[in-house]
């Protein structure tokens, strides 16, 4: 389930991370990814379907699969997942990179909705879309941009989002060799401003 705005962050069991910021090593943190791509599929059926048989669900997956800019991105996300590539096999769009279907797919992705929730700055969505896309995609970026994005993502996840000071700054950091750990008070911190501006 995704946090709420202003909830404090909380480390995984499993990995140490922040929860949401072990992928793709961390099975559990990429379940909880994954789960807020599924919490927004699963809304979206039962408001518009009460609930979708098996053997209709593929209509309404491959409606949306054409359409992307008439639904929230996580519904389109989750309606990739649910189509299997043509031409390579995997979740249309999670393919490698130079499959024409999955490339095509993944540059449909942004141009579905993203609507902040309350309480958060302007473009904190759009923050979370992009982060979460990438730890779903690890294979497809690089190592040092995979580790800025996971590293932030559950501070977007709570309502944080970065100056473009601080994102320069968390970028320059990760491009000289910071790691996960020395990371972890930075995007702490990030976090605390959120809750700090959700209790005032």
């Given at each position: 389930?995704r946090?709420?705005?202003?909830?404090?962050?909380?480390?995984?069991?499993?990995?140490?991370?922040?929860?949401?910021g072990?992928?793709?090593?961390?099975?559990?943190?990429?379940a909880?990814?994954?789960?807020?791509?599924?919490?927004?599929?699963?809304?979206?059926?039962?408001?518009?379907?009460?609930?979708?048989?098996s053997?209709?669900?593929?209509?309404?997956?491959?409606?949306?699969?054409?359409?992307?800019?008439?639904?929230?991105?996580?519904?389109?996300?989750?309606?990739?997942?649910?189509?299997?590539?043509?031409?390579?096999?995997?979740?249309?769009?999670?393919?490698?990179?130079?499959?024409?279907?999955?490339?095509?797919?993944?540059?449909?992705?942004?141009?579905?909705?993203?609507?902040?929730?309350p309480?958060?700055?302007?473009?904190?969505?759009?923050?979370?879309r992009?982060?979460?896309?990438?730890?779903?995609?690890?294979?497809?970026?690089?190592?040092?941009?995979?580790?800025?994005?996971?590293?932030?993502?559950?501070?977007?996840?709570?309502?944080?989002?970065?100056?473009?000071?601080?994102?320069?700054?968390?970028?320059?950091?990760?491009?000289?060799?910071?790691?996960?750990?020395?990371?972890?008070?930075?995007?702490?911190?990030?976090?605390?401003?959120?809750?700090?501006?959700?209790?005032?």
């Amino acid at each position: 389930m995704r946090p709420a705005v202003g909830d404090p962050l909380r480390l995984c069991p499993a990995c140490g991370c922040w929860e949401y910021g072990g992928p793709p090593d961390c099975a559990r943190c990429r379940a909880l990814v994954d789960a807020v791509v599924e919490e927004g599929w699963h809304t979206f059926v039962v408001r518009e379907f009460g609930g979708l048989p098996s053997d209709q669900e593929r209509a309404v997956v491959e409606l949306i699969a054409e359409d992307p800019q008439a639904v929230d991105w996580r519904v389109y996300d989750a309606a990739l997942d649910r189509i299997t590539c043509p031409e390579c096999g995997a979740p249309l769009g999670a393919g490698p990179v130079g499959c024409a279907a999955c490339d095509r797919a993944h540059g449909y992705r942004y141009a579905a909705i993203e609507t902040d929730r309350p309480g958060v700055p302007p473009g904190n969505e759009h923050g979370v879309r992009v982060n979460v896309s990438v730890v779903r995609r690890p294979h497809v970026t690089s190592a040092p941009e995979l580790l800025a994005r996971r590293a932030i993502l559950p501070a977007l996840l709570v309502g944080a989002l970065p100056t473009t000071a601080q994102a320069q700054r968390f970028g320059a950091l990760v491009k000289d060799g910071m790691t996960y750990q020395e990371l972890h008070p930075l995007v702490l911190e990030l976090a605390r401003q959120v809750s700090r501006e959700a209790s005032a």
